[in-house]
């Protein structure tokens, strides 16, 4: 299992759900990405991508005004 | 042995007809995942992130809502490069903005199509739109229909199951994967029939922009980016470019800049990740907006600068307000200026 980072600080939305998609994209089943961002948006629209396409959120933190989504990568 | 079960790709915008489209094809068995494009000009998301007044509002991806709904998958593709072409050379012209519809359609079916042969180890076999023959006055005309099938490359791949009826068979129908006489054949501007057949679906939550989803087909938006590319004397434009006409009063006081200012403070706050980048003025006596200057501030012009910006903040009605004008790795400096009365903001200068 790898973990990796995704910087969508300052990116609306649609994009931090872009970004993450196609990171994902070169990831393995198991595997998890944290995605920093700013939009709060994401909060609703990661979740959102992640359910229709078999991956799963499994943390959602907020510092201040930045927040780290955890998406663990589905089959 | 069983039938092959077969796939389709969907376009979706997160509007009702492409919704429908694709129940139209579930219901006779085909499996469909959908595919959306992010041109940079998408109402979507962003002014909802920026904006205070719409904080409440759910701020939901409607493509991404309505691939929920439809239990399908979702792949939303960044097209914002290769769309500038689009925009800047529409073959077919634009519509009563700076909306290139029709080179629109066509570049997306088109992206579709390649999609498509790079995925081909998912063994789609044809495309869907939600069109429906006359409901745009640009892209969606009996006319239309088919130089978009040809000028996009799909052919007869690509099928739009709410006005098939209407035109003639694709590779879909002919072969027997659909059943032709399961389709539509709706027209015309008129809602009723699709909001029928939502309602036979039971789909009861739809969104329905009035103007599309698209920010080009806006007149304001249109006029904004318009003057941008006046002013600037090139029709070259990045992402922070097409956001920031998104966001705040817009006001040219003269051809060498104009001035963005916010609206409330979700608008100011979005406007401050700018500060590294453009001039940006805020009042410092008084509470205000955040403004970015766009464009060559000499120093002459600082007093009218601030001057603007002073009007739209608490201290309008006050005789002076101190405001401090940032920069970019120049520094700060303060100035101490009369706020502009409403008459001398004039009326030419809102883009």
């Known amino acids: 299992m790898s973990k990796q980072t995704l910087d969508a600080?300052?990116?609306l939305c649609p994009l931090p759900v872009i970004k993450a998609q196609n990171q994902i994209k070169q990831m393995s089943h198991g595997d998890e990405l944290d995605v920093i961002c700013t939009d709060p948006g994401a909060l609703h629209d990661i979740p959102a991508w992640a359910r229709i396409n078999g991956h799963e959120v499994i943390a959602t933190q907020q510092n201040n005004d930045e927040l780290i989504i955890t998406v663990r990568v589905g089959a | 042995m069983m039938e092959k079960k077969h796939k389709a790709v969907a376009l979706i915008s997160g509007g009702l007809d492409s919704m429908l489209a694709v129940r139209v094809m579930q219901e006779q068995g085909i499996e469909v995942e959908g595919i959306n494009f992010?041109?940079?000009?998408c109402v979507e998301g962003h002014t909802h992130a920026i904006r205070n007044q719409d904080k409440d509002k759910q701020?939901?991806?409607n493509a991404l809502w309505v691939a929920?709904?439809?239990g399908i998958k979702l792949h939303i593709v960044d097209v914002i490069e290769e769309y500038k072409d689009v925009l800047l050379n529409p073959k077919h012209g634009y519509g009563a903005n700076m909306n290139p519809c029709l080179d629109c359609k066509i570049f997306m079916v088109s992206k579709a199509v390649e999609w498509i042969k790079e995925n081909h180890h998912n063994g789609f076999d044809f495309i869907i739109t939600g069109e429906v023959i006359g409901q745009r006055p640009m892209s969606q005309r009996k006319s239309t229909m088919p130089i978009i099938s040809e000028e996009s490359g799909a052919d007869d791949l690509l099928l739009r199951p709410l006005c098939a009826k209407n035109l003639p068979e694709t590779l879909p129908e002919r072969e027997g994967w659909v059943d032709r006489s399961k389709l539509y054949g709706f027209h015309g501007r008129n809602?009723?029939?699709q909001i029928a057949l939502a309602k036979e679906f039971g789909l009861t939550d739809f969104a329905s922009p009035a103007g599309g989803c698209c920010f080009l087909t806006d007149k304001s938006y249109s006029d904004k980016l318009v003057d941008l590319w006046k002013a600037r004397?090139?029709?070259?434009?990045?992402?922070d470019d097409i956001m920031l006409l998104k966001v705040g009063r817009h006001i040219r006081p003269s051809a060498e800049f104009k001035l963005i200012i916010a609206r409330d403070a979700g608008?100011?706050?979005?406007l401050e990740g700018y500060r590294k980048e453009f001039i940006s003025i805020h009042a410092l006596s008084h509470s205000g907006p955040m403004a970015l200057v766009d464009g060559k501030l000499d120093?002459?012009?600082y007093e009218l600068a601030a001057g603007i910006v002073a009007r739209f903040g608490q201290g309008r009605m006050a005789d002076e307000v101190e405001l401090d004008i940032a920069l970019p790795k120049q520094g700060n400096l303060q100035i101490k200026t009369p706020p502009l009365s409403a008459e001398q903001v004039l009326q030419e200068w809102y883009v």
């Open chain 2, 233 to 239: 004397n090139s029709r070259e434009y990045e992402m």
């Open chain 2, 68 to 70: 929920e709904q439809l």
């Open chain 2, 38 to 41: 992010y041109t940079g000009f």
């Open chain 2, 59 to 61: 701020k939901r991806n």
């Open chain 1, 9 to 11: 600080r300052k990116m």
């Open chain 2, 191 to 193: 809602r009723k029939p």
């Open chain 2, 299 to 301: 120093e002459e012009q």
């Open chain 2, 267 to 270: 608008e100011s706050k979005f």
